[in-house]
């Protein structure tokens, strides 16, 4: 699978690098917090970034003043397994490069289904401020080198990612909410198919280490 800069061109219609953001001191927080033994772990909100002065910053610039949770996303992952979208723009800041699985919202066909064929690859330089549009459908971050795995600090609006709403589907997308603000598609060897996502996505399910 080609792996591209989010600098390339083709990146344009997934999302943007923002730029005038001072990461240093929140990049030395995510630092602190150690991996995972295996696998990826994620935290909506967490204390010690949010206390960083870009926490701010994207609250009140990025985010045009909306309530803002900043928390993360670590561990060592090299797979698709699902794919997810918000209502909002996300934004990831990495300690070290990442490269994030990507497609489009308006490419699920009718039936909820996504050919992960559509799916592309895009790599993130460490400390860059990266916009992922809601309409960008992405999930956990993959590492580039094993030995580092991937710490990324996530922004959302505030509840994102918590419980889901208690509701009656009354159409498809419905089906596929799994928590707030969260709608997710996964792979049947994904382990949220078992745990009855919505399995709407269709292929393979790509591993970069392959």
Request: glycine share 10%.
């Amino acid at each position: 699978m080609e792996i591209l800069s989010v600098f390339d061109p083709a990146f344009r219609p997934y999302g943007r690098i923002l730029p005038g953001y001072d990461t240093a001191e929140l990049l030395t927080a995510i630092e602190q917090i150690p991996l995972p033994e295996q696998g990826t772990a994620y935290r909506p909100g967490i204390e010690c970034l949010e206390a960083c002065g870009v926490f701010r910053e994207l609250r009140e610039r990025a985010y045009g003043g909306m309530p803002l949770q900043l928390g993360m996303c670590w561990g060592r992952n090299t797979k698709l397994n699902c794919l997810e979208y918000h209502r909002d723009s996300e934004i990831n800041i990495g300690t070290h490069d990442f490269i994030l699985l990507l497609a489009r919202r308006e490419e699920i066909g009718e039936d909820g289904v996504l050919d992960t064929a559509k799916v592309r690859a895009f790599r993130v330089p460490a400390g860059a401020v990266l916009e992922v549009y809601a309409t960008t459908l992405h999930f956990a971050p993959c590492h580039v080198e094993a030995e580092t795995g991937f710490r990324v600090a996530v922004g959302l609006p505030l509840g994102t990612n918590t419980e889901k709403p208690d509701i009656t589907p009354q159409n498809g997308e419905d089906r596929m909410l799994w928590a707030k603000n969260k709608w997710l598609l996964a792979h049947p060897e994904a382990k949220q198919a078992a745990l009855g996502a919505w399995i709407g996505l269709r292929g393979e399910n790509i591993d970069l280490n392959k």
